[in-house]
């Protein structure tokens, strides 16, 4: 098995997709800190707080968690767009060893997502306020907000991969990602925010510590998380056992 981790492993690291998504969230998070620090003097003559500012900033960084699940996706995704599913199959043994070693890959990408997220964020509370004359400023609420950020980014990946799994076509995986994390799960939240708590982006949103109203209190995002993640894993395992390869 451990072969087998290696060899997903170097596949993942094959083409752009290792560093151009990382890069475009970083992009993402920092064009989102720089509209927080450029209104931070605005903020702060409102009655908000340099504290307050830098946890906004520390906040802004969760995006990268929706890239952490694109990676994911691609990496289960790419051996069906590519043709080479069936021979990965073949050199894996069996279809629950591929399914199992690329969800380990995908994992511990998501770690990587997750570390650079928090070095980046760090980096940013402390230094993006600077050029617009702010104040940087963190206390303990600024180091869990990146402590969620960074489990956010772990657990998105093996969801990525099991979206990768369900959907098989790399268009539809990522297409769906994106719709549930940028429109869907957001639009419910407007719509039913009882009812959207349960969903699996707004449930991250307690982990990362998010200033929106009606939320789930962190053990049960948690217990949100690993429900979603658990029957997204049933799924999944189910159909790599029962549908044709290709």
């Not at 690291?13 to 998504?21: K, S, V």
């Not at 609420?141 to 956010?152: D, K, N, P, Q, S």
Request: net charge positive; aromatic share 10%.
């Amino acid at each position: 098995m451990r072969n087998l981790i290696a060899g997903e492993a170097r596949k993942a690291l094959t083409g752009r997709a290792w560093w151009y998504l990382p890069l475009a969230g970083a992009w993402l998070c920092l064009i989102t800190t720089f509209g927080y620090v450029s209104e931070g003097e605005k903020a702060i003559a409102s009655g908000s707080t340099a504290l307050a500012v830098g946890q906004d900033v520390a906040r802004a960084w969760m995006m990268m968690f929706l890239l952490s699940s694109v990676f994911g996706a691609v990496a289960v995704t790419r051996d069906y767009a590519s043709g080479t599913m069936i021979r990965s199959m073949l050199l894996a043994g069996s279809r629950s060893r591929l399914f199992g070693a690329k969800l380990v890959v995908a994992t511990a990408a998501g770690a990587v997502f997750g570390l650079f997220a928090v070095v980046l964020g760090t980096a940013s509370v402390f230094l993006g306020p600077l050029p617009f004359g702010l104040e940087a400023a963190a206390d303990g609420e600024t180091a869990l907000i990146l402590a969620g950020v960074f489990v956010c980014c772990l657990l998105a990946a093996p969801w990525g991969a099991l979206v990768g799994w369900i959907v098989r076509s790399q268009t539809g995986a990522v297409a769906t990602l994106l719709a549930l994390t940028l429109a869907v799960d957001p639009g419910l939240q407007r719509l039913v925010p009882d009812a959207a708590k349960f969903l699996l982006t707004i449930a991250m949103s307690s982990v990362y510590r998010d200033v929106k109203p009606d939320l789930l209190s962190l053990p049960w995002a948690y217990a949100v998380i690993a429900a979603w993640l658990a029957a997204a894993f049933l799924v999944g395992r189910r159909l790599v056992r029962t549908r044709d390869i290709v």
